[in-house]
Structures are given as structure tokens and as C-alpha cells.
Nanobody, 123 residues
Framework: QVQLVESGGGLVQAGDSLRLSCVGSGRTFNSYAMGWFRQAPGKEREFAAGISWGGGSIDYADSVKGRFTISRVNAKNTVYLQMNSLKPEDTAVYYC????????????????WGQGTQVTVSS
């Protein structure tokens, strides 16, 4: 069992940066791949970024590539999402999730989810 708690969301202007954090409980945190997903109002939840358990494999959605950076510190049971050059279309609730399979983009492989943190980007 892994419990995840996100933080770091907020209201920013276009072009600003935010760093989201996700802290996991449990001694097995570092055995899970981790992902960040986002869901905008009226839209389906979509993959944003993912990182393997050791950090050696990373993947990004095309929409965030070059602007977002995912990282993790297993000793702190924490995964981060650094978001730069934010755009109004990045406005969404951001969720972190834990995945035992390592298939970073596969929504169905994620077993544990946080409660989400709101990111709002004004133009």
C-alpha cells in the first residue's frame, strides 16, 4: 500500500514556474515507477510525465516536453514535477501516481493515486 500526497499547486501567470511535490508513504516507494497526470475541466485525465523506480527511464507528453522536468529522491520518498514556461492550457488538477509495472504512459498500470493539486495559469 502506498499513500501519495501532492503539494505545490497554485495560481500563476503565463510564463511563470511551479514545482509540484508528491510524498509517498511506505517502505516500498522506491520499487514503483511514478507518474504525473493532469485533468482539465471537462477533459479526460492525461499523462504528463513519468519516471522509473531508479530514475533511469523518463518520459514526457509532447505537450510538456522541454518545459517540465520530473525527478525523484527515493531517500525522501518524493517525486517532483518542475514546470517552467507555464501556459494557460496547463491549467488542470495534477495527480501523482505509483505504478509497479514500469509502463510509464499506461494509465491502467497505475495502482495508487494522490488527491491532486490544482494548477491555474492565467494569461
Amino acid at each position: 500500500q502506498v499513500q501519495l500526497v501532492e503539494s505545490g499547486g497554485g495560481l500563476v501567470q503565463a510564463g511563470d514556474s511551479l514545482r509540484l511535490s508528491c510524498v509517498g508513504s511506505g517502505r516500498t516507494f522506491n520499487s514503483y515507477a511514478m507518474g504525473w497526470f493532469r485533468q482539465a475541466p471537462g477533459k479526460e485525465r492525461e499523462f504528463a510525465a513519468g519516471i522509473s523506480w531508479g530514475g533511469g527511464s523518463i518520459d514526457y507528453a509532447d505537450s510538456v516536453k522541454g518545459r517540465f522536468t520530473i525527478s525523484r529522491v527515493n531517500a525522501k520518498n518524493t517525486v517532483y514535477l518542475q514546470m517552467n514556461s507555464l501556459k494557460p492550457e496547463d491549467t488542470a488538477v495534477y495527480y501523482c501516481a505509483a505504478n509497479p509495472s514500469g509502463l510509464l504512459r499506461d494509465y491502467g498500470s497505475y495502482e495508487y493515486w494522490g488527491q491532486g493539486t490544482q494548477v491555474t495559469v492565467s494569461s
